[in-house]
């Protein structure tokens, strides 16, 4: 069990109140440090702060008369100190971001909101989407009262939508269904950002999204055989469709089945594969730095990239190509799943001495 003191004093009065990102200094810091397990805050209040009606758990509020009553309660109980006007960037560190006026302010939800950028984020991600989701998180979602699960949820019924409109095959409508399809891709950003940024993160939500994911994955591969049969193709493209989808299916749930062997969060960057080298996927990509024909594959086949790329398809009208791309990505999966059935990962690599 470890304890920590966080001083909602006076002097931390003018940016405590102050919001980052949805949340006011002083609750972000008690949401933050309610994510550590084991981990409880000693509220040391001189009154000048208004702090929640009905405290978490795992805080304790102790009466002081200014910040050196709050220091010499740290000394008391040995543990380590902080105001509640600072933004911790890193959960394992004590220091971080003081905000103490509206330029701090902003300063500290740049820094919030530039820790978005994970190291495994894909080329499609990183210069496209992730722009247009912060913002969209940033400027609206954090100021409304909407969940990240909501948000997972409304997305989710926009890819349906976008999937029904894809097995039409008419111009028009697949172009529309392609939009939707990226723009679901841009919001299934939205949810985790807005989880992070409110500490409101849930194994559920993991498991949501990566649900919604494969759904629609499963959805589009059938839409776009569809989309090519109603279009005047033969019925090979429909039989192409759904044996992709089949496929996605079959290793979904194999790929579910060692998520839970392996206690990942839901979340497939979070799984430890039989090519990964001992690591989670998220780690062994984002070192992928060398350029070379796997790596260009292994970032075309992410799923923000393909459904970027077969909006691109679709707009030269050439959907028999986001068909062919959905099926060489479902048997690439459904090759990859099965290998992972009957070979053991690799243990993780050993830290250097």
């Given at each position: 069990?470890?304890?920590?003191?966080?001083?909602?004093?006076?002097?931390?009065?003018?940016?405590?109140?102050?919001?980052?990102?949805?949340?006011t200094v002083l609750d972000r810091a008690l949401k933050q440090l309610g994510q550590a397990a084991g981990t409880r805050v000693v509220l040391a209040s001189d009154g000048s702060i208004a702090v929640p009606a009905a405290l978490p758990p795992h805080v304790e509020l102790r009466p002081v008369a200014d910040r050196a009553a709050a220091d010499a309660l740290a000394?008391?109980?040995?543990?380590?100190?902080?105001?509640?006007?600072?933004?911790?960037?890193?959960?394992?560190?004590?220091?971080?971001?003081?905000?103490?006026?509206?330029?701090?302010?902003?300063?500290?939800?740049?820094?919030?909101?530039?820790?978005?950028?994970?190291?495994?984020?894909?080329?499609?991600?990183?210069?496209?989407?992730?722009?247009?989701?912060?913002?969209?998180?940033?400027?609206?979602?954090?100021?409304?009262?909407?969940?990240?699960?909501?948000?997972?949820?409304?997305?989710?019924?926009?890819?349906?939508?976008?999937?029904?409109?894809?097995?039409?095959?008419?111009?028009?409508?697949?172009?529309?269904?392609?939009?939707?399809?990226?723009?679901?891709?841009?919001?299934?950003?939205?949810?985790?950002?807005?989880?992070?940024?409110?500490?409101?993160?849930?194994?559920?939500?993991?498991?949501?999204?990566?649900?919604?994911?494969?759904?629609?994955?499963?959805?589009?591969?059938?839409?776009?055989?569809?989309?090519?049969?109603?279009?005047?193709?033969?019925?090979?493209?429909?039989?192409?469709?759904?044996?992709?989808?089949?496929?996605?299916?079959?290793?979904?749930?194999?790929?579910?089945?060692?998520?839970?062997?392996?206690?990942?969060?839901?979340?497939?960057?979070?799984?430890?594969?039989?090519?990964?080298?001992?690591?989670?996927?998220?780690?062994?990509?984002?070192?992928?730095?060398k350029p070379g024909v796997g790596t260009f594959l292994f970032q075309l086949g992410r799923r923000d990239a393909a459904i970027f790329v077969w909006l691109l398809f679709g707009l030269s009208d050439r959907l028999v190509l986001v068909l062919v791309m959905a099926v060489v990505i479902a048997l690439s999966w459904f090759v990859a799943s099965l290998v992972q059935?009957?070979?053991?990962?690799?243990?993780?690599?050993?830290?250097?001495?």
């Amino acid at each position: 069990m470890s304890l920590v003191v966080l001083a909602a004093t006076r002097d931390a009065e003018p940016g405590a109140t102050r919001t980052v990102a949805g949340l006011t200094v002083l609750d972000r810091a008690l949401k933050q440090l309610g994510q550590a397990a084991g981990t409880r805050v000693v509220l040391a209040s001189d009154g000048s702060i208004a702090v929640p009606a009905a405290l978490p758990p795992h805080v304790e509020l102790r009466p002081v008369a200014d910040r050196a009553a709050a220091d010499a309660l740290a000394r008391e109980l040995d543990a380590p100190i902080i105001g509640a006007d600072l933004v911790r960037l890193d959960r394992q560190r004590w220091d971080g971001l003081r905000v103490v006026d509206e330029a701090t302010r902003r300063a500290a939800e740049d820094a919030v909101f530039a820790a978005l950028y994970r190291a495994d984020l894909g080329f499609v991600a990183r210069r496209f989407n992730k722009p247009l989701s912060i913002w969209f998180t940033r400027h609206v979602l954090c100021r409304s009262p909407v969940t990240p699960n909501q948000i997972t949820l409304f997305a989710a019924a926009l890819g349906l939508i976008g999937c029904v409109l894809m097995a039409t095959g008419a111009y028009g409508w697949v172009v529309l269904g392609l939009a939707f399809e990226h723009l679901q891709s841009v919001l299934d950003g939205c949810d985790g950002e807005l989880a992070r940024v409110r500490f409101q993160q849930s194994r559920l939500g993991a498991w949501l999204d990566t649900f919604v994911d494969d759904v629609l994955n499963v959805s589009m591969t059938v839409a776009a055989g569809v989309g090519v049969w109603r279009a005047g193709g033969s019925r090979a493209a429909l039989a192409c469709g759904l044996a992709g989808g089949a496929m996605l299916v079959l290793s979904n749930l194999i790929i579910m089945r060692d998520m839970r062997r392996q206690q990942a969060s839901g979340d497939l960057m979070d799984m430890v594969w039989w090519f990964s080298g001992g690591r989670k996927l998220g780690a062994s990509s984002a070192t992928q730095g060398k350029p070379g024909v796997g790596t260009f594959l292994f970032q075309l086949g992410r799923r923000d990239a393909a459904i970027f790329v077969w909006l691109l398809f679709g707009l030269s009208d050439r959907l028999v190509l986001v068909l062919v791309m959905a099926v060489v990505i479902a048997l690439s999966w459904f090759v990859a799943s099965l290998v992972q059935l009957v070979v053991r990962p690799a243990p993780a690599p050993r830290p250097p001495a």
